[in-house]
Protein backbone atom coordinates (compact mmCIF):
# COMPACT_ATOMS: atom_id res chain seq x y z
CA UNK A 1 0.00 0.00 0.00
CA UNK A 2 1.73 3.48 -1.10
CA UNK A 3 1.64 5.92 1.27
CA UNK A 4 2.13 9.62 0.73
CA UNK A 5 3.22 12.06 3.73
CA UNK A 6 2.06 16.03 4.08
CA UNK A 7 3.11 18.76 5.91
CA UNK A 8 1.77 21.30 7.96
CA UNK A 9 4.50 24.97 7.78
CA UNK A 10 2.75 27.15 10.46
CA UNK A 11 3.69 31.00 10.07
CA UNK A 12 1.57 33.31 11.81
CA UNK A 13 -1.07 30.35 12.86
CA UNK A 14 0.50 29.24 15.92
CA UNK A 15 -2.68 27.38 17.14
CA UNK A 16 -4.14 23.72 16.86
CA UNK A 17 -7.76 25.20 16.75
CA UNK A 18 -9.32 26.67 13.88
CA UNK A 19 -6.78 25.91 11.79
CA UNK A 20 -7.78 24.29 8.36
CA UNK A 21 -4.37 24.26 7.25
CA UNK A 22 -3.92 21.53 9.78
CA UNK A 23 -6.85 19.66 9.37
CA UNK A 24 -5.85 19.79 5.49
CA UNK A 25 -2.62 18.40 6.70
CA UNK A 26 -3.60 15.40 8.58
CA UNK A 27 -6.85 14.85 6.47
CA UNK A 28 -4.56 14.47 3.47
CA UNK A 29 -1.96 11.79 5.80
CA UNK A 30 -4.86 9.96 6.81
CA UNK A 31 -6.49 9.51 3.23
CA UNK A 32 -3.20 8.41 2.13
CA UNK A 33 -1.80 6.00 4.92
CA UNK A 34 0.86 8.82 5.49
CA UNK A 35 2.51 10.38 8.17
CA UNK A 36 1.86 14.40 9.30
CA UNK A 37 5.11 16.69 10.05
CA UNK A 38 5.11 19.88 11.14
CA UNK A 39 7.41 22.72 10.64
CA UNK A 40 8.48 26.59 11.40
CA UNK A 41 11.25 28.61 10.29
CA UNK A 42 12.95 31.06 12.38
CA UNK A 43 14.55 33.90 10.74
CA UNK A 44 16.33 36.54 12.20
CA UNK A 45 17.46 38.74 9.50
CA UNK A 46 14.01 38.45 7.80
CA UNK A 47 12.80 39.73 11.23
CA UNK A 48 15.59 42.13 11.14
CA UNK A 49 14.49 43.47 7.90
CA UNK A 50 10.46 43.60 8.80
CA UNK A 51 11.50 45.36 11.83
CA UNK A 52 10.02 42.31 14.35
CA UNK A 53 10.32 43.25 17.75
CA UNK A 54 12.49 41.25 20.17
CA UNK A 55 9.35 41.07 22.52
CA UNK A 56 7.03 39.82 20.05
CA UNK A 57 10.17 37.18 18.77
CA UNK A 58 9.96 36.09 22.42
CA UNK A 59 6.31 35.94 22.56
CA UNK A 60 6.99 34.08 19.42
CA UNK A 61 9.25 31.71 20.69
CA UNK A 62 7.18 30.86 23.96
CA UNK A 63 4.23 29.94 21.66
CA UNK A 64 6.11 28.24 19.02
CA UNK A 65 7.24 25.96 22.52
CA UNK A 66 3.49 25.41 23.36
CA UNK A 67 2.43 24.47 20.15
CA UNK A 68 5.14 22.21 20.12
CA UNK A 69 3.73 20.30 22.62
CA UNK A 70 0.14 20.68 21.45
CA UNK A 71 1.19 18.92 18.15
CA UNK A 72 2.68 16.03 20.09
CA UNK A 73 -0.30 15.17 21.61
CA UNK A 74 -1.89 14.44 18.08
CA UNK A 75 0.95 12.81 17.33
CA UNK A 76 2.12 15.05 15.30
CA UNK A 77 6.49 16.28 15.93
CA UNK A 78 7.26 20.02 15.11
CA UNK A 79 10.80 21.00 13.51
CA UNK A 80 11.91 24.34 14.54
CA UNK A 81 14.61 25.07 11.73
CA UNK A 82 16.83 28.28 11.85
CA UNK A 83 17.03 30.18 8.37
CA UNK A 84 18.35 33.21 8.23
CA UNK A 85 15.82 34.51 5.62
CA UNK A 86 12.49 34.25 2.78
CA UNK A 87 15.29 33.05 0.25
CA UNK A 88 17.22 30.30 3.10
CA UNK A 89 13.99 29.01 3.94
CA UNK A 90 13.38 27.12 0.00
CA UNK A 91 16.15 25.86 0.22
CA UNK A 92 15.78 24.41 3.85
CA UNK A 93 12.02 23.63 2.72
CA UNK A 94 13.37 22.01 -0.27
CA UNK A 95 15.90 19.99 1.63
CA UNK A 96 12.97 19.26 4.06
CA UNK A 97 10.66 17.77 1.41
CA UNK A 98 13.23 15.60 0.11
CA UNK A 99 14.67 14.18 3.45
CA UNK A 100 10.63 13.62 4.61
CA UNK A 101 9.35 11.96 1.27
CA UNK A 102 7.02 15.05 2.09
CA UNK A 103 3.80 14.54 -0.90
CA UNK A 104 1.50 17.96 0.41
CA UNK A 105 2.40 20.97 1.75
CA UNK A 106 -0.33 23.02 3.94
CA UNK A 107 -0.03 26.32 4.98
CA UNK A 108 -2.04 29.56 5.79
CA UNK A 109 -1.85 32.43 3.12
CA UNK A 110 -0.32 35.67 4.21
CA UNK A 111 -1.31 39.04 3.15
CA UNK A 112 2.54 40.84 3.11
CA UNK A 113 3.93 41.00 -0.13
CA UNK A 114 7.82 39.32 0.93
CA UNK A 115 5.75 36.74 1.87
CA UNK A 116 3.41 35.98 -1.08
CA UNK A 117 6.47 36.15 -3.39
CA UNK A 118 8.05 33.67 -1.46
CA UNK A 119 5.22 31.51 -1.57
CA UNK A 120 4.89 32.18 -5.44
CA UNK A 121 8.48 31.28 -6.05
CA UNK A 122 8.37 28.10 -4.16
CA UNK A 123 5.30 27.14 -6.30
CA UNK A 124 7.09 27.79 -9.11
CA UNK A 125 9.76 25.52 -8.46
CA UNK A 126 7.59 22.70 -8.08
CA UNK A 127 6.96 22.57 -3.97
CA UNK A 128 3.45 20.51 -3.77
CA UNK A 129 2.31 23.63 -1.46
CA UNK A 130 -1.25 24.44 -0.63
CA UNK A 131 -2.53 27.45 0.49
CA UNK A 132 -5.26 28.17 2.41
CA UNK A 133 -7.15 31.33 3.50
CA UNK A 134 -7.72 31.47 7.47
CA UNK A 135 -6.03 34.90 8.41
CA UNK A 136 -9.30 36.47 7.96
CA UNK A 137 -12.94 35.44 8.56
CA UNK A 138 -13.27 36.96 4.97
CA UNK A 139 -10.95 36.03 2.80
CA UNK A 140 -9.15 39.16 0.88
CA UNK A 141 -11.14 39.39 -2.58
CA UNK A 142 -14.19 38.07 -0.97
CA UNK A 143 -15.48 41.97 0.20
CA UNK A 144 -16.14 44.29 -2.74
CA UNK A 145 -18.21 46.88 -4.24
CA UNK A 146 -20.33 46.45 -6.97
CA UNK A 147 -18.19 47.28 -9.75
CA UNK A 148 -15.83 44.17 -8.65
CA UNK A 149 -12.85 46.21 -6.34
CA UNK A 150 -11.79 46.77 -3.23
CA UNK A 151 -13.78 48.70 -1.31
CA UNK A 152 -11.70 52.28 -0.33
CA UNK A 153 -13.78 53.18 2.39
CA UNK A 154 -14.60 51.54 6.08
CA UNK A 155 -18.39 51.85 6.20
CA UNK A 156 -19.27 50.40 2.97
CA UNK A 157 -16.74 47.47 3.56
CA UNK A 158 -17.75 47.21 7.34
CA UNK A 159 -21.85 46.95 5.51
CA UNK A 160 -20.75 44.53 3.13
CA UNK A 161 -18.82 42.56 5.67
CA UNK A 162 -21.60 41.76 7.73
CA UNK A 163 -24.05 41.36 4.62
CA UNK A 164 -21.82 38.41 3.36
CA UNK A 165 -20.84 37.10 6.97
CA UNK A 166 -24.78 36.71 7.62
CA UNK A 167 -25.39 34.69 4.71
CA UNK A 168 -22.84 31.92 6.34
CA UNK A 169 -21.80 30.07 9.44
CA UNK A 170 -19.31 31.74 11.00
CA UNK A 171 -17.85 28.28 13.15
CA UNK A 172 -14.24 27.61 13.80
CA UNK A 173 -13.05 24.55 12.25
CA UNK A 174 -12.59 21.80 14.94
CA UNK A 175 -9.17 20.21 15.84
CA UNK A 176 -7.61 17.49 13.85
CA UNK A 177 -8.57 13.85 15.08
CA UNK A 178 -5.13 11.88 16.82
CA UNK A 179 -3.08 11.09 13.26
CA UNK A 180 -0.69 9.02 15.06
CA UNK A 181 0.41 8.20 18.88
CA UNK A 182 0.84 10.54 21.17
CA UNK A 183 4.79 11.94 21.61
CA UNK A 184 7.30 12.48 24.00
CA UNK A 185 6.97 16.05 25.03
CA UNK A 186 9.61 18.24 22.96
CA UNK A 187 12.48 19.70 24.21
CA UNK A 188 12.27 23.68 24.62
CA UNK A 189 13.22 25.43 21.70
CA UNK A 190 15.46 29.12 21.85
CA UNK A 191 15.80 31.28 19.20
CA UNK A 192 19.32 32.26 18.06
CA UNK A 193 18.03 36.62 17.81
CA UNK A 194 17.14 39.42 20.02
CA UNK A 195 14.61 38.80 22.44
CA UNK A 196 12.74 40.41 25.15
CA UNK A 197 10.37 39.25 27.80
CA UNK A 198 7.15 38.91 27.45
CA UNK A 199 6.60 37.19 30.51
CA UNK A 200 3.89 39.99 31.63
CA UNK A 201 1.48 38.53 29.19
CA UNK A 202 0.05 35.15 29.53
CA UNK A 203 0.85 32.59 26.95
CA UNK A 204 -1.31 30.11 24.87
CA UNK A 205 -4.32 29.04 23.24
CA UNK A 206 -6.35 28.42 26.49
CA UNK A 207 -4.73 31.79 27.75
CA UNK A 208 -6.00 33.38 24.70
CA UNK A 209 -9.43 31.94 24.57
CA UNK A 210 -9.89 32.83 28.16
CA UNK A 211 -9.17 35.94 27.89
CA UNK A 212 -11.62 36.44 25.15
CA UNK A 213 -14.18 34.29 27.05
CA UNK A 214 -13.79 36.99 29.94
CA UNK A 215 -14.00 40.11 27.94
CA UNK A 216 -17.02 38.80 26.26
CA UNK A 217 -18.57 38.26 29.55
CA UNK A 218 -17.80 41.11 31.83
CA UNK A 219 -16.52 44.43 29.71
CA UNK A 220 -17.27 43.80 26.29
CA UNK A 221 -20.63 45.72 26.95
CA UNK A 222 -18.52 48.62 28.31
CA UNK A 223 -16.24 48.69 25.37
CA UNK A 224 -17.87 51.42 23.59
CA UNK A 225 -17.98 53.65 26.81
CA UNK A 226 -14.00 52.86 28.37
CA UNK A 227 -12.49 52.01 25.47
CA UNK A 228 -10.69 55.23 25.17
CA UNK A 229 -9.79 55.44 28.65
CA UNK A 230 -5.87 54.07 29.09
CA UNK A 231 -6.01 54.11 32.71
CA UNK A 232 -8.87 51.96 32.41
CA UNK A 233 -8.68 47.97 31.74
CA UNK A 234 -11.49 48.56 28.96
CA UNK A 235 -10.21 46.65 26.05
CA UNK A 236 -9.89 43.35 25.27
CA UNK A 237 -5.81 42.92 25.24
CA UNK A 238 -5.74 40.13 22.64
CA UNK A 239 -4.04 42.00 20.08
CA UNK A 240 -0.49 39.99 20.52
CA UNK A 241 -2.56 36.75 20.30
CA UNK A 242 -3.75 37.84 16.73
CA UNK A 243 -1.34 39.34 15.54
CA UNK A 244 0.79 35.42 15.61
CA UNK A 245 -2.08 33.39 14.98
CA UNK A 246 -2.66 32.15 18.80
CA UNK A 247 -6.27 33.01 18.16
CA UNK A 248 -8.16 33.68 15.05
CA UNK A 249 -10.67 36.41 13.98
CA UNK A 250 -13.05 33.52 13.28
CA UNK A 251 -12.95 32.00 16.79
CA UNK A 252 -13.48 35.69 18.48
CA UNK A 253 -16.40 36.68 15.67
CA UNK A 254 -17.82 33.26 16.42
CA UNK A 255 -17.88 33.96 20.24
CA UNK A 256 -19.65 37.20 19.49
CA UNK A 257 -22.20 36.09 17.72
CA UNK A 258 -22.95 32.62 20.15
CA UNK A 259 -23.08 35.30 22.92
CA UNK A 260 -25.27 38.15 20.41
CA UNK A 261 -26.52 36.16 17.72
CA UNK A 262 -28.30 39.03 16.16
CA UNK A 263 -24.39 41.18 16.23
CA UNK A 264 -24.24 41.78 12.38
CA UNK A 265 -27.52 42.81 12.21
CA UNK A 266 -28.14 44.60 15.50
CA UNK A 267 -27.09 48.23 15.72
CA UNK A 268 -27.68 48.34 19.25
CA UNK A 269 -26.02 44.98 20.52
CA UNK A 270 -23.36 45.76 23.16
CA UNK A 271 -20.66 43.89 21.01
CA UNK A 272 -21.03 46.34 17.68
CA UNK A 273 -18.00 48.42 18.63
CA UNK A 274 -15.40 45.96 19.34
CA UNK A 275 -16.65 43.49 16.64
CA UNK A 276 -16.70 47.08 14.29
CA UNK A 277 -12.48 46.63 15.79
CA UNK A 278 -12.48 43.27 14.64
CA UNK A 279 -13.70 44.07 11.27
CA UNK A 280 -11.29 47.28 10.81
CA UNK A 281 -8.77 44.61 10.84
CA UNK A 282 -10.13 42.61 7.96
CA UNK A 283 -10.25 45.45 5.90
CA UNK A 284 -6.49 46.81 6.30
CA UNK A 285 -5.65 43.13 5.32
CA UNK A 286 -7.80 43.19 2.62
CA UNK A 287 -6.24 46.42 1.38
CA UNK A 288 -2.49 44.73 1.94
CA UNK A 289 -3.98 42.42 -0.79
CA UNK A 290 -5.70 44.68 -3.07
CA UNK A 291 -2.88 47.43 -3.15
CA UNK A 292 0.57 45.64 -2.60
CA UNK A 293 2.67 48.91 -2.30
CA UNK A 294 1.51 49.29 1.21
CA UNK A 295 3.57 46.83 1.84
CA UNK A 296 6.85 48.66 0.24
CA UNK A 297 6.27 51.88 2.26
CA UNK A 298 4.17 53.67 -0.10
CA UNK A 299 1.67 56.26 0.46
CA UNK A 300 -1.76 54.68 0.23
CA UNK A 301 -3.23 58.57 -1.09
CA UNK A 302 -0.41 59.29 -3.89
CA UNK A 303 -1.05 63.19 -3.14
CA UNK A 304 1.20 62.00 0.24
CA UNK A 305 3.92 61.75 -1.95
CA UNK A 306 4.02 65.99 -2.18
CA UNK A 307 4.31 66.36 1.41
CA UNK A 308 7.59 68.19 2.86
CA UNK A 309 8.49 66.60 5.81
CA UNK A 310 10.34 68.69 8.40
CA UNK A 311 11.73 65.02 9.69
CA UNK A 312 14.11 66.70 12.70
CA UNK A 313 16.16 64.19 14.08
CA UNK A 314 16.14 65.36 17.75
CA UNK A 315 12.41 66.22 17.82
CA UNK A 316 12.07 62.58 16.51
CA UNK A 317 14.30 61.44 19.38
CA UNK A 318 12.43 63.40 22.12
CA UNK A 319 9.10 61.81 21.09
CA UNK A 320 10.46 58.26 20.74
CA UNK A 321 11.94 58.41 24.66
CA UNK A 322 8.94 60.06 25.71
CA UNK A 323 10.17 63.68 26.30
CA UNK A 324 8.30 65.93 24.10
CA UNK A 325 6.96 68.06 27.08
CA UNK A 326 3.48 66.74 26.55
CA UNK A 327 2.72 64.78 29.61
CA UNK A 328 -0.07 62.60 27.29
CA UNK A 329 2.37 61.65 24.52
CA UNK A 330 5.22 61.12 26.79
CA UNK A 331 3.18 58.48 29.02
CA UNK A 332 2.35 57.05 26.11
CA UNK A 333 5.58 56.39 24.25
CA UNK A 334 7.17 55.66 27.93
CA UNK A 335 4.08 52.66 27.96
CA UNK A 336 5.52 51.81 24.52
CA UNK A 337 8.82 51.36 25.73
CA UNK A 338 8.99 49.75 29.12
CA UNK A 339 5.95 47.25 28.10
CA UNK A 340 5.89 46.98 23.87
CA UNK A 341 2.15 47.94 24.06
CA UNK A 342 0.26 50.75 24.06
CA UNK A 343 -3.46 51.63 24.63
CA UNK A 344 -5.25 52.23 21.11
CA UNK A 345 -6.67 55.63 22.04
CA UNK A 346 -2.68 56.66 22.71
CA UNK A 347 -1.88 55.09 19.25
CA UNK A 348 -3.63 57.14 17.18
CA UNK A 349 -2.65 61.02 19.78
CA UNK A 350 1.05 60.20 19.62
CA UNK A 351 0.80 59.37 15.52
CA UNK A 352 -0.60 62.21 15.01
CA UNK A 353 1.61 64.47 17.44
CA UNK A 354 4.42 63.16 15.59
CA UNK A 355 3.03 63.40 11.32
CA UNK A 356 1.49 66.87 12.27
CA UNK A 357 2.52 68.75 15.47
CA UNK A 358 6.00 67.85 14.22
CA UNK A 359 5.60 66.83 10.42
CA UNK A 360 7.78 63.12 10.94
CA UNK A 361 7.19 61.29 8.08
CA UNK A 362 4.72 58.46 9.32
CA UNK A 363 7.12 55.92 7.64
CA UNK A 364 9.59 56.52 10.88
CA UNK A 365 6.90 56.48 13.24
CA UNK A 366 5.41 53.06 11.86
CA UNK A 367 9.42 51.52 11.94
CA UNK A 368 9.66 52.62 15.45
CA UNK A 369 6.09 51.22 16.49
CA UNK A 370 7.15 47.83 14.94
CA UNK A 371 10.60 48.00 16.65
CA UNK A 372 8.40 47.94 19.71
CA UNK A 373 4.64 45.99 19.65
CA UNK A 374 4.53 42.81 20.96
CA UNK A 375 1.39 42.93 18.40
CA UNK A 376 3.32 43.97 15.42
CA UNK A 377 1.50 43.57 12.44
CA UNK A 378 1.63 45.17 8.82
CA UNK A 379 -1.36 45.80 7.94
CA UNK A 380 -2.50 47.12 10.86
CA UNK A 381 0.02 49.42 11.63
CA UNK A 382 0.29 50.27 8.30
CA UNK A 383 -3.16 51.07 8.13
CA UNK A 384 -3.13 52.96 11.85
CA UNK A 385 -0.47 55.58 10.86
CA UNK A 386 -1.46 56.33 7.39
CA UNK A 387 -4.81 57.32 8.58
CA UNK A 388 -3.28 59.27 11.37
CA UNK A 389 -1.72 61.10 8.80
CA UNK A 390 -4.25 61.66 6.37
CA UNK A 391 -2.35 59.88 3.64
CA UNK A 392 -4.27 56.65 3.88
CA UNK A 393 -7.50 54.92 2.58
CA UNK A 394 -10.06 56.57 4.44
CA UNK A 395 -7.76 58.43 6.42
CA UNK A 396 -7.94 61.15 9.24
CA UNK A 397 -8.84 64.81 6.99
CA UNK A 398 -5.18 66.43 7.01
CA UNK A 399 -6.62 69.70 8.72
CA UNK A 400 -7.90 67.62 11.97
CA UNK A 401 -5.22 67.87 14.16
CA UNK A 402 -5.72 66.13 17.60
CA UNK A 403 -4.80 68.71 20.60
CA UNK A 404 -2.68 66.74 23.08
CA UNK A 405 -4.05 69.11 25.93
CA UNK A 406 -8.00 67.73 25.37
CA UNK A 407 -6.94 64.26 24.73
CA UNK A 408 -5.13 64.18 27.91
CA UNK A 409 -8.19 66.38 30.17
CA UNK A 410 -10.72 64.06 28.18
CA UNK A 411 -9.07 60.45 28.80
CA UNK A 412 -6.85 60.30 31.31
CA UNK A 413 -8.32 63.57 33.08
CA UNK A 414 -7.37 62.44 37.17
CA UNK A 415 -4.08 61.68 35.17
CA UNK A 416 -3.48 58.45 37.36
CA UNK A 417 -2.33 57.29 33.57
CA UNK A 418 -0.20 60.04 32.76
CA UNK A 419 1.71 59.56 36.30
CA UNK A 420 2.10 56.39 36.44
CA UNK A 421 4.59 56.45 33.17
CA UNK A 422 5.67 60.05 34.03
CA UNK A 423 6.62 59.69 37.74
CA UNK A 424 8.24 62.77 37.82
CA UNK A 425 4.64 64.85 37.29
CA UNK A 426 3.64 63.30 40.59
CA UNK A 427 3.32 66.42 42.57
CA UNK A 428 2.37 68.32 39.46
CA UNK A 429 -1.39 70.05 39.72
CA UNK A 430 -3.94 68.59 37.35
CA UNK A 431 -4.01 72.06 35.09
CA UNK A 432 -0.50 72.12 35.39
CA UNK A 433 -0.20 68.38 33.45
CA UNK A 434 -2.99 68.67 31.16
CA UNK A 435 -2.53 72.31 30.21
CA UNK A 436 1.11 72.71 29.46
CA UNK A 437 0.90 75.91 27.97
CA UNK A 438 -0.58 77.96 30.79
CA UNK A 439 2.62 76.86 33.26
CA UNK A 440 4.02 80.12 34.11
CA UNK A 441 7.50 80.01 32.62
CA UNK A 442 8.53 82.24 35.34
CA UNK A 443 7.40 79.91 38.67
CA UNK A 444 7.60 76.67 37.41
CA UNK A 445 10.46 76.45 34.46
CA UNK A 446 13.02 75.93 37.92
CA UNK A 447 10.71 73.17 39.00
CA UNK A 448 11.18 71.83 35.47
CA UNK A 449 14.27 71.59 34.98
CA UNK A 450 14.50 69.89 38.43
CA UNK A 451 12.30 67.26 37.85
CA UNK A 452 14.43 66.98 34.50
CA UNK A 453 11.07 66.90 32.43
CA UNK A 454 11.48 69.29 28.81
CA UNK A 455 9.49 72.16 28.21
CA UNK A 456 6.81 71.90 25.47
CA UNK A 457 8.67 70.73 22.40
CA UNK A 458 6.11 72.74 20.04
CA UNK A 459 3.04 74.98 20.44
CA UNK A 460 -0.01 73.63 19.45
CA UNK A 461 -1.81 76.44 18.04
CA UNK A 462 1.72 77.54 15.90
CA UNK A 463 2.17 73.50 14.99
CA UNK A 464 -1.81 72.83 14.29
CA UNK A 465 -1.82 76.14 11.45
CA UNK A 466 1.76 74.82 10.29
CA UNK A 467 0.46 70.97 9.51
CA UNK A 468 -2.74 72.33 7.91
CA UNK A 469 -0.60 74.03 5.55
CA UNK A 470 1.95 71.45 4.88
CA UNK A 471 -0.49 68.56 4.61
CA UNK A 472 -3.06 70.74 2.29
CA UNK A 473 -0.69 68.73 -0.34
CA UNK A 474 -3.31 66.22 0.32
CA UNK A 475 -6.27 67.97 -0.83
CA UNK A 476 -7.90 67.51 -3.97
CA UNK A 477 -8.65 69.61 -6.56
Request: hydrophobic content about 45%; glycine content about 4%.
Amino acid sequence: MTSMNSLMWFRQDLRVADNPALVAACEFASNNHGHVRAVYFVTPAQWAQHDVAPIQIDFIQRHVNLLAQALAVFGIHLDVLHAQDFDEVQTLLAAYIAQHDIAAVYAANEPEINERRRDRALIDNGVPLTLIDQDCVLAPGQVKNLAGDMYKVFSPFAKKWKSIAGQRAIVPVAVPAPIAAVLATPSEVVFNCDKMSSEQWSAGEGAAKRILDQFLANQVADYQAERDFPALEGTSRLSPFLAIGVISSRQCVAAILARYPQALVDDTCPAKTWLNELIWREFYRHLLVAFPRLSMNHNFNELGDGIVWRNNLAEFTAWCNGQTGYPIIDAAMRQLNQTGWMHNRLRMVVASFLTKHLLVDWRWGERYFRQKLIDGDLAANNGGWQWSAGTGCDAQPYFRVFNPMTQSSKFDPDASFIKRYVPELSTWSLADIHQPKTINVNDLFAQRQDDRYPQPIVEHKMARLRAIEVLSALKRG
